[in-house]
């Protein structure tokens, strides 16, 4: 069965540190793999998106992920996290007619 | 102009009501879908419709009926409120619907429903 694990729950890190949230999936064919972020009160808003082609993927925001086959994994990465990227961090994979299946997502606290 | 708008942003009610929830998008898309984020912030897929047919039921109880009088719009109707249906619902919608899926889906800002 097709799902999304991201083991982290909760993330808290310094203004100006490195981010890296973790993404695990199953799925039998090809992944097209998603990162959705979603600020308090509002909805989902796409970062970045991995369907072929080169395994890292640059999205908005200056985030970024890499596709791992090999460990199944979608990692999604900041250099340098700024205190408007606090919000809550959804993986996801689309099923067969484009379902999407989130993981638990997980929740990014950013100190000053 | 907002692409998926969605209305009411929170409603309250009694247990025992019934209720709708509406969705329009203005981007040409031919799919649409209603997700529910639980109290835990889990997201789930509710239905799919593409082009006014229903194409994803994902298991959701009769209670709810969603309706598409037209590509630009669906709609979600709750009968017989319980306390569990307390969520927020999520309208999507995507330029079509793939056998095998990669299409981006862009996201309402959400109906945060309580039933009390």
């Known amino acids: 069965a097709q799902s999304v694990t991201q083991p982290d729950i909760h993330i808290t890190v310094s203004e100006g540190a490195s981010l890296e949230l973790r993404c695990n999936y199953s799925?039998?064919?090809?992944?097209?793999l998603f990162w959705y972020v979603q600020s308090p009160g509002q909805g989902l808003q796409l970062l970045l998106k991995y369907f072929s082609g080169d395994t890292l993927v640059q999205g908005i925001k200056g985030f970024e992920a890499e596709f791992k086959r090999s460990q199944s994994s979608f990692n999604l990465r900041k250099p340098s996290v700024h205190w408007s990227d606090a919000a809550e961090y959804f993986c996801a994979v689309a099923g067969s007619l484009d379902k999407l299946i989130f993981g638990t997502g997980t929740r990014l606290q950013v100190f000053p | 102009d907002t692409a998926v708008s969605q209305t009411p942003k929170y409603l309250v009610t009694q247990m025992g009501n019934d209720k709708s929830i509406k969705c329009e998008q203005n981007?040409?898309?031919?799919?649409m879908y209603w997700y529910k984020q639980d109290s835990k912030k889990f997201l789930k897929i509710m239905f799919s419709?593409?082009?006014?047919?229903?194409?994803i039921n994902e298991t959701v109880p009769n209670r709810f009926s969603p309706k598409s009088p037209d590509k630009a719009h669906l709609n979600l109707h709750i009968n017989s409120l319980e306390l569990g249906d307390s969520a927020v619902y999520f309208c999507a919608s995507s330029q079509q619907q793939g056998a095998s899926g990669g299409n981006e889906q862009f996201f309402g800002p959400g109906t945060r429903l309580t039933v009390l």
């Open positions: 419709y593409n082009n006014k047919e229903l194409i």
């Open positions: 981007l040409g898309h031919d799919t």
């Open positions: 799925y039998g064919a090809t992944p097209y």
